[in-house]
């Protein structure tokens, strides 16, 4: 028990000196809130951009005090023209959209008819912001139909549903909006995981590979801290310090006896897949 629980201390000593996993500890949760932020910033800029959306009102309830313009929204009025030509006229045009309110004989059917033409999917915060002004000026035209009285202003509470379709008439609905936020997010942070990664991988060909020259280890005088088995039984691992840094390295050994953690051993060859030939010696590091 004492043997392993030395074997994992030295494990993990050796892997929290090794300049990539420093690196990966502090760039790991970087990466994460970069990330974070591009999308937050993209998603702010596309908000910025000024959209034109234009209302044909059939129910004659609206006015344009209830499509005030905001910073980010221009609402302009095509009841005139008509809800097929605005269709076509928004279709060809620069707009983002087209918002239709039927005529209806009851608020109830009003609510659940309204629909929204648009060339792309419109942002869940647009749609968000339209059903809220609808839903407020059918609950107040409904509050004067019954009268100011408590139950029957909260029996005035109504949700409105806006259709969403493209202009070939094929239905859109919220869940894929939602969805497609969803798929884009896994996307995003399947490329962060992408980018790091291969950032780990470089660091690591970087700390470990490129730069070592295995036959620098020939005659270097190490420790056993897993068994070495005898006449090239087991592969064990030795640590030896090599180009001046101690590496934890497979090793073989043609001892008559296994070298068990603690020998001190000294590297007698390097095989051509990179693994020590080691014997067991008398010698310290300090004595080499």
């Not at 648009?118 to 749609?127: F, L, T």
């Not at 035209?141 to 009268?147: A, E, I, P, T, V």
């Not at 969803?182 to 980018?195: D, K, N, R, S």
């Not at 068994?227 to 180009?243: D, F, P, Y």
Request: aromatic share 8%; no cysteine.
């Amino acid at each position: 028990m004492s043997k392993l629980k030395l074997i994992i201390q030295r494990e993990f000593i050796a892997k929290v000196r090794n300049k990539s996993f420093i690196m990966m500890t502090f760039l790991s949760p970087l990466l994460m809130v970069g990330m974070g932020a591009l999308v937050y910033f993209l998603m702010q800029k596309n908000d910025e951009k000024i959209k034109k959306i234009v209302y044909v009102d059939n129910s004659e309830m609206f006015s344009k005090e209830d499509f005030k313009d905001s910073k980010t929204i221009h609402y302009i009025d095509y009841t005139a023209l008509g809800t097929e030509e605005t269709k076509k006229k928004v279709e060809q045009g620069n707009y983002y959209g087209a918002l239709i309110i039927p005529k209806q004989d009851s608020l109830e059917l009003l609510a659940k008819s309204i629909e929204f033409y648009s060339k792309d999917s419109p942002g869940m915060s647009v749609i968000s912001s339209l059903e809220n002004k609808i839903e407020s000026k059918i609950r107040n035209k409904k509050l004067k139909n019954f009268g100011i009285d408590l139950d029957k202003i909260k029996a005035s509470k109504i949700n409105t549903d806006i259709k969403m379709l493209n202009f070939s008439g094929e239905e859109s609905s919220k869940l894929i909006n939602g969805l497609k936020i969803g798929v884009g997010l896994i996307a995003g942070y399947l490329l962060m995981m992408f980018v790091m990664a291969a950032l780990f991988y470089y660091i690591s060909k970087l700390t470990a590979s490129g730069t070592l020259k295995m036959k620098n280890a020939l005659n270097a005088i190490g420790e056993v801290y897993l068994t070495v088995g005898a006449k090239r039984s087991k592969i064990g691992k030795v640590q030896v310090k090599v180009q001046g840094a101690l590496r934890e390295l497979d090793a073989l050994t043609d001892s008559e006896e296994d070298l068990i953690q603690g020998n001190v051993i000294k590297v007698i060859e390097v095989t051509n897949n990179g693994i020590l030939t080691v014997s067991y010696t008398h010698l310290r590091a300090h004595e080499t």
